[in-house]
Structure formats: structure tokens, C-alpha cells
């Protein structure tokens, strides 16, 4: 590469040199000025784009300048494909020199003008790794078909992965958490066209509107997009997944509460819930942050073009669920990014990251046998309360103005009452690999898990790039559905009285007043559901359960 006296940049590289597509070595290698930097030499590889200055080529030995001045400081440089997100030609303009740090200032080395392309990627910080940033490299050289050809070849091969999504079907909770859900979307909506997905916005206007409209398109229509993304809290994230589970999922009842204490062959007897039925119980409130939908709205029947509609199956590998927070506690984004950042959430969505998660499906039974209502079904992602967690809720829907703080609110409110319900909860247990070690449970507060594995492992609390979750990831079996033949060696477990509150955590459920979450051992698809029963006891022992509780897991 030679500098004219222009201070433009050119060497001998061919604009329309082919790439190779194999190969662990370089494939093409180009001179280029990067900005703030200098001039380098820029190599495609098999994995990404590397680069070294090119005063540390002509004299690696030799520095320092003429002025005794440092000026190299990381001659290796590079980036993974993996996580490049945009590349784009941006046509002519200024590029600046490197800066030289002298100790007591600085020096700018020399700018040019010339044209340009620009490599947006995820920045990962070594102290905050699970909180990501945008970042941008800006290229430049003198003749714009070198530049193209770069631009082309990297788009080239970010269009080819398959994982990554390039048509997303969005919907914006307006009211979620301080009702920053539009202004949210707003901030990381110039991410997602700059990588080039296209997105069909839909702000909801009221409660139930992102369910029914899931429940409603057609699955041709549905599989035009490659996932759905909710920009709001939990609650809202669980509205979106029973829009399409529940018109969707042919998953089997599990047995009837009548049944549950009968041998478990006689239990796996179970039919099909009829999909095509219409969806009982209409919705008064649009419960953002609410662990589990109350209820849902009449959807009415399918029209008759569905039946020539093609059939969408869950789990489907292909279309993906994701989640932007906006919300109160976000504890879903927590637990599976690890930072409650919409940026960093936006950047997994784009770059096409994923996590499988469990999904629990809790049924209302009818309330006699004479009925003929269908059991209503939901499903649920992260937690399902029944008793103080389901009385909290609805008293925090008449304070929603004040914001998260609602629940602060109606939590001291409900606590205060102290309201206790008789119920009957009958379980799968499953003993810990090191059941030795595991110490005495409080009396007051009862924690197990139901089955879907032979053994669970030793308790290991749940964090961002968790060990556990990891491990897990290639594992067929893990969260897939129980096998008969396991269950038959099981026997069910009956706890029954007045209880203060039942709940079933599927995940960790962490948040920022809760770091290590309600279970703190609860992994993501470790295939279990994890049982919090705190029985009626005074008011001092009811506000030390959780930690009791806590305590226990360790």
C-alpha cells in the first residue's frame, strides 16, 4: 500500500478478487486505514476479520517514533463473525489518525478522506461480560469497488446463517413497568434495521391484544416470521406464549386432581385437549408483570380457511421466542442474558443466541364432574403463584399508576391481611445425587421439585453463562417430557392444610431485589418444577420463609 500525496491509501488488490470459503488460513488480505488506528492490513479469515498496523509490520522491533512517543500497544487485532451484526458501504468521507498518548497529552497523527465501510459487532466488556454494547470498525481506502467487495462478501456470509432471524413479528407493551415500553422499542429499533431485519410493530391498545391476535393469524401467516418478540415484562412475555401455545401445543392434560393419588400407570391416561375449542374466561386487566394469565378471551372458532392451513408445531427449532425488558422485575431477561439491558437483549435477539427453556402448563380443572366446560389451560415461563403471590398481583392491578412500586405496595397490604387457603398438593419427588448433604428443612416452609429427570444434581445456584445451563445445552433428553416408563417407578406425594402461598418457580426467577432468585438452584430446562410451600404460621415466621427456604437449598 502506497500513500499519495493526497494522503489517499492504494495498493495492487483487485476489486472482484474471489473469496475462498474453506480453509483455516487467510482467504483475502487487503490494505486498508482504520479509523482512530492507522493504516493495516485487513485479513478475511474462515471466523472473522483480523488486522495488524502496518508500522508494526515494516519494524516490529522498532516502536517508538520520532518523537519517542509508543505507538503500538496491541499489534494483534480482530474480530469473530459471530459477532458482527451490520456491515455497510457508507461511501466517501473523513477518517481520522491514531491518537498517541504522550503522558502529559495527546498527538492526532494525520486524517484523510476516502471511502468508506463500517463492521458493527458486540462488545463484551471483561469485568461486565453479560452486559453488551454496539461497537463499530470504519474502514477506509481510496477505490470503492475494493470496499464493496468487502461489504458484499461479509454480508454474504452473515445472510447465511440460519440462525440468525430476518423477519421478526413485534409486540410493544405501552404501560409496562413505568410505561417506558415505546420508548424502549425506540431505542433498539435502529439495531435490528441496521442488521437488516425487517419487523412488523404492533403496540397493543388494550388487555388480551397480543394474545388474540396470535391466536387468531393463520399459521401460513405466522410462518413468514422466524420468532416474536415481547417488549415488556414477564407477565407480557406469558401473554404472547399462551397466544400461540394455546391454539397451537396438542400437549396431554396431566392427571386429574381426583386422580393424582392413584397408581401413576392409571395417571398416564391422559387425552388431548381439544385445540380448536374456544378459550374460556374473558380478562379484565392487562396484568404486564403478572407470573401467569388469569384468563383469556373469548377467541371464537377457527374460521374455515384454517382448515387448509398448514400445521405449526411447538417446540419448533425454527421460530424462537424472545424478550426485551420493559418491565418491573424482568426476572426472565435476567435469567437467561444476564443483564436487564434492552440493548444487550436486542443484540441476542440479532445475532440469534438462544436458550431452551421449560414451559409449565397449569390447568383449571371443571368444578364438577357433571360439567361439561372445557379445563382452562395456560402455560407458564417463569413462575405460577397460587394464595399470597396471586393476591399480590391482583391487588397491585388498582395501583398501577405508581409504577413498580405497586407492588412493594400491595405486597405490604396483602402480607398485613395475612389470608390463608386450604389446598391439597400432590407431587412427583425427585431425591438429590448427594441426598446425604441435604439439611434439615424448616417445618413452615417445604420445598421439593417435581419429576422429569432420574436425579437431580447437586445444588448449584443459577448465574449468567452458568456451568449447569451449559452442560445441559446438547442434551436431547433435557426438558423433554416425562417417559412413562419412569414415572411408573415413582410414587406421588400428598401435602395438604391451610397455606399462605403455593408456588411452582420454572426458573431461578433472580431480580434486582432478589439476586439469587426465589430458587436459587433452579437451572434453565433442567426439567423440573420447583415447589415453594409455606404453610399458615404467624406473621414474623411467614417474612423470614424466604430466606428459610434459601437457606434449605444451600
Not at 472473522?48 to 519494524?59: E, P, T
Not at 421439585?449 to 445456584?461: A, E, M, T, Y
Request: net charge neutral; hydrophobic share 35%; with cysteine.
Amino acid at each position: 500500500m502506497e500513500r499519495k500525496e493526497n494522503g489517499l491509501i492504494g495498493d495492487n488488490s483487485h476489486p472482484n478478487l474471489p473469496f475462498s470459503d474453506g480453509g483455516e488460513g487467510s482467504v483475502l488480505s487487503s490494505n486498508f486505514f482504520l479509523d482512530h488506528v492507522g493504516e493495516v492490513v485487513l485479513t478475511y479469515t474462515a471466523y472473522g476479520l483480523s488486522w495488524k498496523l502496518i508500522d508494526s509490520l515494516r519494524n516490529e522491533k522498532d516502536k517508538v517514533s520520532c518523537l519517542g512517543l509508543k505507538i503500538v500497544s496491541d499489534i494483534n487485532m480482530a474480530v469473530n463473525f459471530a459477532d458482527v451484526y451490520a456491515v455497510d458501504f457508507i461511501d466517501w468521507g473523513l477518517l481520522h489518525g491514531s491518537v498517541i498518548s504522550s503522558g502529559e497529552g495527546s498527538l492526532l497523527d494525520h486524517s484523510s478522506e476516502m471511502y468508506r465501510f463500517t463492521v458493527h459487532f458486540v462488545h463484551k466488556t471483561k469485568t461486565k461480560s453479560a452486559l453488551w454494547t454496539p461497537s463499530v470498525y470504519t474502514f477506509g481506502h481510496n477505490n470503492p469497488e475494493i470496499c464493496k467487495s468487502w461489504v458484499n462478501q461479509i454480508n454474504a456470509y452473515l445472510n447465511v446463517e440460519a440462525k440468525r432471524p430476518k423477519s421478526l413479528l413485534v409486540f410493544v407493551h405501552p404501560r409496562s413497568g413505568k410505561g417506558q415500553g415505546c420508548r424502549i422499542w425506540d431505542a433498539v429499533a435502529p439495531l435490528f434495521s441496521r442488521a437488516k431485519v425487517k419487523t412488523k410493530v404492533i403496540v397493543t391498545e388494550r388487555a388480551g391484544h397480543a394474545r388474540d391476535v396470535l391466536a387468531s393469524i393463520t399459521n401460513r401467516v405466522l410462518s413468514l416470521y422466524d420468532g416474536v418478540i415481547a417488549v415488556g415484562g414477564d407477565g407480557f412475555f406469558n401473554e404472547i406464549l399462551n397466544g400461540i401455545l394455546l391454539s397451537r401445543h396438542k400437549a396431554p392434560y396431566p392427571p386429574t386432581p381426583a386422580d393424582s393419588m392413584q397408581p401413576v400407570e392409571n395417571e398416564l391416561n391422559v387425552s388431548t385437549h381439544n385445540v380448536d375449542r374456544a378459550i374460556l374466561e374473558p380478562c379484565d386487566h392487562n396484568r404486564d408483570d403478572s407470573p401467569l394469565l388469569t384468563g383469556s378471551e373469548y377467541v371464537g372458532p377457527r374460521s374455515p380457511n384454517c382448515e387448509q392451513d398448514p400445521e405449526f408445531h411447538f417446540p419448533n427449532e425454527m421460530f424462537r421466542f424472545g424478550i426485551i425488558p420493559a418491565g418491573s422485575t424482568d426476572a426472565i431477561v435476567i435469567c437467561t442474558t444476564g443483564a436487564r439491558d434492552p440493548v444487550t437483549s436486542a443484540l441476542h435477539v440479532i445475532l440469534g443466541k438462544r436458550v431452551d427453556l421449560d414451559i409449565a402448563q397449569v390447568v383449571r380443572w371443571k368444578e364438577t364432574h357433571a360439567s361439561n366446560e372445557e379445563p382452562c389451560v395456560r402455560y407458564a415461563a417463569s413462575f405460577a403463584g397460587y394464595g399470597f403471590y396471586g393476591d399480590v398481583i391482583t391487588e397491585s392491578e388498582k395501583y398501577r399508576w405508581m409504577g413498580p412500586k405497586r407492588y412493594d405496595y400491595a405486597g405490604t397490604k396483602v402480607f398485613l391481611q395475612h389470608r390463608s387457603y386450604e389446598a391439597e398438593v400432590n407431587y412427583l419427588e425427585v431425591e438429590l445425587e448427594n441426598s446425604s448433604s441435604t439439611p434439615e428443612i424448616d417445618p413452615q416452609v417445604s420445598s421439593t421439585k417435581l419429576w422429569c429427570l432420574p436425579k437431580k444434581p447437586d445444588r448449584v445456584s443459577c448465574r449468567a453463562n452458568c456451568v449447569v445451563c451449559n452442560s445441559k445445552s446438547s442434551d436431547p433428553m433435557i426438558g423433554s417430557p416425562s417417559p412413562a416408563q419412569n414415572l411408573k417407578e415413582l410414587k406421588w406425594s400428598r401435602s395438604k392444610g391451610r397455606f399462605l402461598s403455593v408456588g411452582a418457580a420454572v426458573i431461578s426467577c433472580r431480580n434486582e431485589k432478589a439476586p439469587d432468585g426465589l430458587v436459587a438452584d433452579a437451572h434453565l430446562s433442567d426439567g423440573f418444577l420447583h415447589l415453594i410451600l409455606i404453610k399458615d404460621c404467624p406473621h414474623p415466621f411467614y417474612l423470614c420463609a424466604p430466606y428459610s427456604a434459601r437457606k434449605e437449598r444451600r
